[in-house]
């Protein structure tokens, strides 16, 4: 009988616990199970397990490539934390507040560095295909880091295309190697294997969409963060792009308004632009295709449920 979703969840959890990482000296391997303790969806991890679920492998099997992924996913929060001069994150001190910013640095190296060895720990089918895929992802994700600071400068220019191609560098496809590597790892049909991973890579950027969303027009009292935090960032997200391409002159009068002051005319002005509704479009367009793909694997005979479970689950958050 197939495992739930909670199921595979706590096996994950379960695994993290019996695999804290140990060294010398103490203050570099304290922050990397800090960081790692602070809990969050686990979404990458679950998805490996998933993905291994769908195509009849044993998710106790998967448990290392679930593991290296959510280490990896880590050490860019570390490093994205560092970057962004975050203070909190989940609720907690970030590593490089709670230590100090070499620590940090060189922690979420070690984080970088152990997922390497987390791999060698994997015996199962296709080693060098989920290791070639990690490696491939790993550096997407830096590039998209790298453009999503270039773009954090209020007076870039960036392009819709360019922002979305951010996106799916930075978030969305992380989630769908996990999903790859996690059916690769049960020996199933390699040939299906890029079916998973853009179903979920175009879950991630449906969800990304939905995020933007509900940073600016989400009810607080049921996102449970402030409303506008992207406006008062003056961040270039999808909103804001569009709003300079409909009205440039504007746009960039209410965002030279300072602080709490600029969210809700901003805000204002988007709805009277149809940008609430613009972006729930393209996050429902995303969402559609993962179901075409959802489809076809429905059609080869896998087990999708779990997937259309996580899929309700992450875009069904509260407005």
């Keep these: 009988m197939n495992a739930t979703i909670r199921q595979l969840q706590d096996s994950y959890l379960t695994y993290l616990g019996q695999n804290p990482f140990i060294g010398s000296p103490k203050n570099l391997y304290d922050p990397m199970n800090y960081i790692l303790s602070l809990g969050g969806k686990r979404i990458r991890p679950l998805l490996v397990l998933i993905g291994n ?6 998710a106790n099997d998967a448990l290392p490539i679930s593991h290296l992924v959510e280490v990896f996913h880590n050490f860019s929060l570390v490093h994205d934390d560092i970057m962004d001069r975050a203070d909190i994150r989940r609720g907690q001190p970030t590593v490089h507040v709670k230590w100090d910013m070499p620590t940090a640095i060189l922690s979420g190296d070690n984080l970088l560095v152990k997922t390497f060895q987390i791999w060698s720990q994997y015996k199962g089918p296709h080693q060098n295909e989920i290791l070639n895929d990690y490696i491939r992802v790993a550096t997407e994700v830096c590039e998209g880091q790298q453009k999503d600071m270039d773009f954090s ?7 819709e295309s360019a922002y979305l191609d951010m996106i799916k560098q930075k978030t969305a496809v992380l989630l769908g190697a996990a999903l790859k590597m996690g059916f690769l790892s049960a020996g199933a049909n390699p040939q299906h294997a890029d079916t998973f991973y853009d179903f979920a890579l175009q879950m991630g950027m449906s969800f990304q ?7 600016s027009f989400g009810d607080e009292s049921k996102t449970g963060k402030k409303q506008g935090g992207d406006i ?10 569009k709003s300079l391409e409909l009205d440039p002159e504007k746009t960039k009068v209410l965002f030279d308004t300072n602080g709490d002051n600029r969210i809700q005319p901003v805000v ?3 709805k009277e632009l149809g940008l609430d509704k613009g972006i729930q479009e393209l996050a429902q367009r995303y969402y559609q295709k993962s179901l075409i793909d959802l489809n076809q694997l429905e059609q080869w005979g896998y087990d999708t449920k779990l997937l259309n479970d996580l899929s309700e689950w992450l875009l069904g958050r509260e407005k």
């Design 153 to 159: 400068n209020p007076n870039a220019i960036v392009t």
């Design 268 to 270: 204002n002005f988007w």
């Design 209 to 215: 969409m939905m995020d933007d969303y509900l940073d």
């Design 232 to 241: 008062l960032e003056g961040k270039n997200t999808w909103l804001k792009i």
């Design 53 to 58: 679920q769908a195509a009849k492998g044993d």
